[in-house]
């Protein structure tokens, strides 16, 4: 019976931790990276922006955790240095299991705003993920920003890079994502394992680039052997698949098995777990 008491008192603790860290996360106002955008909102209200104001121009999709999402993405009109929006995406966790959602397990805020049907009501504690693109050079690598600017004025036509990364409003643990990138016929393929970064951060490459690798790059040469695939001469957009998840050792059936739904992997993706990934996966789903 004490057992059963000390037992009951130490989860009301761990509850009671994670309300504390839930309610520690910063309030502060997000500036919206996506550079035609660039309005000003509050995390609990990010969720209904993304989906009321870009949703509509962009692969829109509920994800959960380690079910895979496929998507297809026209690099073409990106302008150099243009935060573009790919993907607006809502995380919900294991799914079926509504207990899992970010909201209710207390790695992020419910989202506040107002919703107009019930069926935005059940979006309340997913998470807004946002799938970002950018065209930049290797010199926003460069921590010294004179000379970044200096060698772009005066080698325009440097070959460009395309990067690609994840950003949410802050949460109390870390999520990770495993993004690939391949051609028409799977022939070739990129593939990386990253955590999710923090809509509070600066969001320009050439902000983060000289001091972090949480996104997966590719140089123009890249990018034109992925969209032209070895028997097609016509170009198609570059072919993605993205998988959200919070613990990287878990399995999709090690998730609905498991009765205790909190991870216990924080911090960056060590290099011991990557390489245990499999990062190489025939797409099974595709996107709404
Ligand atoms: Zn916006």
Redesign the pocket.
Known sequence: MSEMLQQMQEEELTEQQLIHKVNKLSRQPIK?P?SN???T?FPTSMLM??CH??APYTVHAEMYDHLPLTLSFGPAEMAKDEVKCVATLLYGGIKDRAETQPGRTYMSMPNVDHFDSRDDARLKHYLPVMLLACRTTWFAQLQDKQLEQHLNQFQENYPGIYLFWLAAPATTRQLYYTLTVHDQLFSRSRSVVRAVRNLLQPQYPHEFMPHEDNYLHLTTGELEQLLTSSTATTKKGLQMELVLYENPLESTMLSKQSKDCMPRIKGSVPQSIARKLSLTKRPRHNAN
């Open positions: 919206c996506i955008c660039a309005e909102i922006h993304m104001k870009h």
